[in-house]
T-cell receptor
Framework: AQKVTQAQTEISVVEKEDVTLDCVYETRDTTYYLFWYKQPPSGELVFLIRRNSFDEQNEISGRYSWNFQKSTSSFNFTITASQVVDSAVYFCALSENTGTASKLTFGTGTRLQVTL | DAGVTQSPTHLIKTRGQQVTLRCSPISGHKSVSWYQQVLGQGPQFIFQYYEKEERGRGNFPDRFSARQFPNYSSELNVNALLLGDSALYLC?????????????FGSGTRLTVV
């Protein structure tokens, strides 16, 4: 069975600090996708990034960057120069094809609080 | 273009009642998945529908059922509500039923069972 672990329950930082959210996953599949979603208080899951299991190239997009390492089954997410608007719950998720369906397995989330 | 729309946004039900939640996917998307998110947890997979057929089901009791209509919208039904069914119910829209298509989520329906 697939599993996603986000060991950090809650992180508090002061604005402009850098922060890294950790994600470790378990799967027996050779083809899979990893996702990061942001969930503000409104509840909607906002898509941030998707990576497939064959693409270990790390990426920087504005203040966001991602570090995907298959050797350690980790897919970490870094926010540079954090802002108050970054305050939200962040979820790491792993997808799989199961028979005729596909589904996401989510971690328990990391609550990020950015203060002035 | 409209995103994934869910209705209602909030509702309160009494134990034992039945509830129906609705989801309209992004135009052109033929797959709808349902997830339950209990407070403090990550979303849990309930169902995936594609081309009006159930393609996958998570570990939920038979009290949970769903269907997809010819216009690809979907309804999630929960019978004999329990207090533990209180959660945010999220709908995800996708082009197809394979993982490569990715998923776009709606804002959810927050259900409170009293």
């Amino acid at each position: 069975a697939q599993k996603v672990t986000q060991a950090q329950t809650e992180i508090s930082v002061v604005e402009k600090e850098d922060v890294t959210l950790d994600c470790v996953y378990e799967t027996r599949d050779t083809t899979y996708y990893l996702f990061w979603y942001k969930q503000p208080p409104s509840g909607e899951l906002v898509f941030l990034i998707r990576r497939n299991s064959f693409d270990e190239q790390n990426e920087i997009s504005g203040r966001y960057s991602w570090n995907f390492q298959k050797s350690t089954s980790s897919f970490n997410f870094t926010i540079t120069a954090s802002q108050v608007v970054d305050s939200a719950v962040y979820f790491c998720a792993l997808s799989e094809n199961t028979g005729t369906a596909s589904k996401l397995t989510f971690g328990t989330g990391t609550r990020l609080q950015v203060t002035l | 273009d409209a995103g994934v729309t869910q209705s209602p946004t909030h509702l309160i039900k009494t134990r034992g009642q039945q509830v129906t939640l609705r989801c309209s996917p992004i135009s052109g998307h033929k797959s709808v998945s349902w997830y339950q998110q209990v407070l403090g947890q990550g979303p849990q997979f309930i169902f995936q529908y594609y081309e009006k057929e159930e393609r996958g089901r998570g570990n939920f009791p038979d009290r949970f059922s769903a269907r997809q209509f010819p216009n690809y919208s979907s309804e999630l039904n929960v019978n004999a509500l329990l207090l533990g069914d209180s959660a945010l119910y999220l709908c995800a829209s996708s082009l197809g039923n394979r993982q490569l298509y990715g998923y776009t989520f709606g804002s959810g329906t927050r259900l409170t069972v009293v």
